[in-house]
């Protein structure tokens, strides 16, 4: 007991820092959802390039040697190529990334390189994995009522993140990661799921009584809530498995009380990405 207090005070510290840079980046991040368009896409690309560049340093730390402007090049471009609503331009653009990346690891090897297929795929990794899923903020917001569906798909990852804190500090018991996470548990995952879901719900009704289209219901709120409490966490645990490697609490200082941008975003990936598809597959 004794030594559990100071740590729930550098929560308590941690949390403060937290709510004062939300207090700063919510208004932004919601002008630039409500204006859409070109600020809303260099908003986006500026997050993904930031935490690209924190994903190769990633690497960088634990000894590998990415191309770094080629990711951050690389992972804004695929952003951009979504503002225009087309899959093509993506994929060219991750082709002429993949070529390039190949050719300059290839003399990275020629001049004493030893790891560089190794480093090579790190490149590439960074475009894939923060570059393309990053995109789907774009795909989101391109959607029929997109702002309102970005409405939804964020805060449901919010509030399962908040309730898995709340209710895993208090009551959790069995981890869900001893290695990964440590101070994860199933009872704050399960706290998650069953917060996000009703609370999406509401959020739906709320935006429905506020002028949202047809599409936005409070039961597909609660679906989206569900799935993406349900599945974000692995976006979470997977930025984890990246630290642990490079031996790194955090990928950045830039936001105080969160880490870096990537910390910030890890499970935010996912939920783009799959609330996109869900939307399309399941609600259209």
Not at 213 to 222: H, L, Q, V, Y
């Given at each position: 007991?004794?030594?559990?207090?100071?740590?729930?005070?550098?929560?308590?510290?941690?949390?403060?820092?937290?709510?004062?840079?939300?207090?700063?980046?919510?208004?932004?991040?919601?002008?630039?959802?409500?204006?859409?368009?070109?600020?809303?896409?260099?908003?986006?690309a500026l997050i993904i390039g930031v935490a690209a560049y924190e994903y190769a340093l990633l690497y960088k730390a634990s000894g590998l040697r990415p191309a770094v402007v080629l990711s951050v090049g690389a992972a804004v471009l695929i952003v951009i190529g979504q503002?225009?609503?087309?899959?093509?331009?993506?994929?060219?653009?991750?082709?002429?990334?993949?070529?390039?990346?190949?050719?300059?690891?290839?003399?990275?090897?020629?001049?004493?390189?030893?790891?560089?297929?190794?480093?090579?795929?790190?490149?590439?990794?960074?475009?894939?994995?923060?570059?393309?899923?990053?995109?789907?903020?774009?795909?989101?917001?391109?959607?029929?009522?997109?702002?309102?569906?970005?409405?939804?798909?964020?805060?449901?990852?919010?509030?399962?993140?908040?309730?898995?804190?709340?209710?895993?500090?208090?009551?959790?018991?069995?981890?869900?990661?001893?290695?990964?996470?440590?101070?994860?548990?199933?009872?704050?995952?399960?706290?998650?799921?069953?917060?996000?879901?009703?609370?999406?719900?509401?959020?739906?009704?709320?935006?429905?009584?506020?002028?949202?289209?047809?599409?936005?219901?409070?039961?597909?709120?609660?679906?989206?809530?569900?799935?993406?409490?349900?599945?974000?966490?692995?976006?979470?645990?997977?930025?984890?498995?990246?630290?642990?490697?490079?031996?790194?609490?955090?990928?950045?200082?830039?936001?105080?009380?969160?880490?870096?941008?990537?910390?910030?975003?890890?499970?935010?990936?996912?939920?783009?990405?799959?609330?996109?598809?869900?939307?399309?597959?399941?609600?259209?």
């Amino acid at each position: 007991m004794v030594g559990s207090k100071p740590q729930k005070t550098i929560n308590l510290e941690d949390l403060i820092k937290r709510v004062r840079v939300a207090l700063v980046l919510i208004p932004v991040g919601l002008a630039a959802n409500i204006l859409g368009g070109w600020v809303y896409c260099l908003l986006v690309a500026l997050i993904i390039g930031v935490a690209a560049y924190e994903y190769a340093l990633l690497y960088k730390a634990s000894g590998l040697r990415p191309a770094v402007v080629l990711s951050v090049g690389a992972a804004v471009l695929i952003v951009i190529g979504q503002s225009f609503n087309r899959f093509e331009l993506t994929a060219l653009i991750f082709t002429a990334s993949l070529m390039i990346s190949v050719v300059y690891h290839l003399f990275e090897y020629e001049r004493g390189r030893d790891q560089a297929a190794t480093d090579f795929a790190v490149t590439i990794s960074a475009v894939v994995y923060v570059g393309w899923l990053g995109s789907y903020f774009v795909s989101l917001r391109n959607l029929p009522d997109g702002f309102w569906w970005m409405m939804i798909v964020l805060p449901a990852v919010w509030l399962a993140d908040t309730a898995a804190y709340i209710f895993g500090k208090r009551f959790g018991k069995h981890k869900m990661t001893r290695r990964l996470s440590p101070n994860k548990t199933w009872e704050g995952y399960l706290a998650g799921i069953l917060v996000a879901a009703p609370g999406t719900a509401l959020l739906a009704l709320l935006w429905q009584l506020l002028g949202a289209g047809e599409s936005i219901s409070p039961w597909r709120g609660a679906l989206l809530g569900g799935v993406l409490a349900l599945l974000a966490i692995f976006g979470d645990l997977g930025e984890s498995m990246i630290k642990r490697q490079a031996s790194a609490k955090d990928s950045g200082q830039i936001l105080p009380g969160h880490g870096g941008v990537f910390d910030r975003i890890d499970s935010w990936l996912w939920a783009g990405a799959i609330g996109y598809y869900l939307i399309m597959l399941v609600f259209y």
